[in-house]
């Protein structure tokens, strides 16, 4: 067989709960084009479907053409790589299991691979990002929700149903705070965007100090870390709870899989120091101690939506090729 090696691009698509981001991507990461729309003014998947092929046809035939496209990579929240379907997400409307890989192959004749968001985060970092030479390590996402990915010996642990890392749904406090996902307790009702916001709400309740967070109609964990830049004090404490939270559940996971660093990314961990220095404190006190002081925390220097879209381009390239237009 002569092949003229003319597929040098591919297709990344992120896909979060306010937006969809696509990129067409060359061999060398390089992002040629990008489109993106609001993911949730699509709530049924037949709606969010047409708007997502419509944007990537129009966007490949903009910049070159089918001619030049392998593949498509998906990130998607609760994706799993092994069935490339979402599956029961709990925080995306849409429920039950999609199998919308091959929804998208059928309409687009290309291949399409998919996986867990905290999936192609990871692999975007060893690829382009912190992670880059790295053979053990974790990234963890925070935002709408709590997600992670395993990185060891050089390669993603999945585990053997293709769920592996899910440390947001590990049971944090029995019996505790509903989660997203129907149980109650997990890790991710407390340091996950409803779970800061109830935080601040039960510190109001708790204390009367005075704090702006009284004034806004509508928290947010943006809201919150900027209060804490001015100084609120029931701000400060709520990511500082929140911290606490966040390192407690991490040193049970390092002191499982000891990792040479654990990677934040994620809107959530835009807060910074308000967030990482006591989630960093709460974890060197519970962790393992053989690993103490041993664990890098870093904050990803990469856009969150930029990284998501290369870590599913690298996606596109492993899937196996299959194409209506050769």
């Excluded at 696509?22 to 990008?34: K, L, N, P, V």
């Excluded at 609001?38 to 001619?67: K, R």
């Excluded at 975007?124 to 060891?152: P, W």
């Excluded at 967030?275 to 960093?280: E, I, V």
Aim: proline share 3%; hydrophobic share 40%; charged share 20%.
């Amino acid at each position: 067989m002569i092949l003229n090696g003319s597929k040098t691009r591919v297709v990344g698509v992120d896909i979060s709960l306010e937006r969809t981001s696509i990129g067409i991507i060359d061999i060398r990461g390089d992002i040629i084009a990008t489109s993106h729309f609001t993911s949730s003014d699509h709530p049924e998947i037949g709606d969010y479907l047409s708007v997502l092929c419509e944007h990537i046809v129009n966007l490949v035939e903009a910049n070159g053409g089918y001619e030049l496209v392998r593949s498509v990579g998906i990130s998607a929240p609760s994706g799993n790589i092994q069935t490339a379907s979402i599956e029961n997400s709990p925080n995306m409307p849409w429920k039950g299991v999609i199998p919308l890989a091959a929804m998208l192959r059928d309409r687009l004749g290309l291949a399409v691979a998919l996986a867990n968001n905290a999936h192609a985060m990871a692999v975007g970092e060893q690829t382009f990002g912190s992670a880059h030479g790295m053979r053990d390590f974790i990234v963890v996402s925070i935002g709408n929700g709590l997600g992670s990915c395993i990185y060891s010996n050089g390669r993603a642990h999945l585990g053997n149903d293709g769920f592996g890392g899910e440390v947001g749904h590990s049971c944090f406090i029995p019996n505790g705070r509903l989660c997203g996902c129907g149980k109650k307790g997990c890790l991710e009702a407390y340091v996950a965007t409803k779970g800061i916001v109830l935080t601040a709400q039960e510190l109001m309740a708790e204390r009367p100090d005075a704090s702006r967070m009284r004034q806004i109609d509508v928290l947010t964990p943006k809201i919150i870390s900027e209060l804490c830049d001015l100084g609120d004090e029931l701000a400060i404490e709520t990511m500082r709870r929140t911290g606490y939270y966040l390192g407690v559940g991490l040193a049970n996971y390092a002191s499982l899989l000891n990792p040479e660093a654990i990677i934040f990314t994620g809107g959530i961990s835009q807060a910074g120091k308000w967030l990482l220095a006591p989630a960093s404190e709460s974890f060197e006190k519970h962790v393992f101690h053989n690993i103490r002081d041993k664990v890098k925390f870093i904050h990803s220097s990469l856009d969150n939506r930029v990284r998501n879209m290369l870590g599913a381009s690298v996606l596109a390239w492993e899937v196996k090729e299959y194409s209506l237009f050769k």
